[in-house]
């Protein structure tokens, strides 16, 4: 069962690029773990200070290997150098997926694949 983390994190403006800057390297290294598909932080190009999380793992055991590793208490300790105004970050059990166009090309927001 794919795991999805969705949400974001704000920073006082200005320190949300100091932070990317300084986690780029441990965000490449976790997308090296086991189970990982994508992990990625961006900053929001509308609200400063605002920076979004992405991050798919192939299963619940993937995730729970990562918050228990060594990349996971390293983007913690470096996001405690900066100041954290708020946060938003679910976590997703998907069941199901399929592609956003059909077979013929159509953009679809229903499921169409069973």
Not at 52 to 75: K, P, Q
Not at 79 to 85: M, T
């Amino acid at each position: 069962m794919t795991v999805l983390i969705n949400g974001y994190v704000d920073f006082a403006p200005g320190e949300e690029h100091k932070a990317l800057g300084q986690a780029t390297e441990l965000m490449a290294d976790t997308r090296s773990q086991s189970g990982c598909r994508a992990y990625v932080w961006s900053a929001d190009p509308t609200t400063p200070g605002r920076v979004y999380v992405y991050e798919n793992w192939a299963s619940i055991e993937d995730l729970a290997a990562h918050l228990t590793g060594r990349y996971y208490s390293e983007m913690l300790a470096l996001l405690g150098k900066y100041e954290v105004r708020g946060m938003d970050i679910l976590k997703y059990r998907v069941d199901h997926a399929e592609p956003v166009y059909d077979p013929e090309g159509r953009p679809r927001a229903d499921f169409f694949s069973g």
